[in-house]
């Protein structure tokens, strides 16, 4: 998938649990957990504005897109 979350970074930067993270912005740890491994197939605007919010970040921060090699051209 060429969208990336780059969730664990933050966190590890911030000296931030995923637990503390899903307490802070109102989700269960679950939740959390699949956005974290890149398992999520959306995100509502509200929780990347939590996010960004807790983190102090950017939500190019959160997100990152790397396209997938084209084999064609390889």
Do not use: W, Y
């Given at each position: ?42 995100i509502r605007f509200s ?12 939500p190019g921060d959160v997100?990152g897109f790397e396209p ?7």
């Amino acid at each position: 998938m060429p969208i990336n979350v780059k969730l664990d970074d933050l966190l590890h930067a911030r000296r931030m649990t995923l637990t503390e993270l899903a307490e802070r912005i109102d989700l269960t740890l679950a939740n959390v957990s699949i956005l974290k491994t890149g398992k999520a197939k959306a995100i509502r605007f509200s929780t990347l504005e939590a996010i960004c919010r807790e983190l102090d970040c950017q939500p190019g921060d959160v997100l990152g897109f790397e396209p997938e090699a084209d084999p064609a051209k390889g």
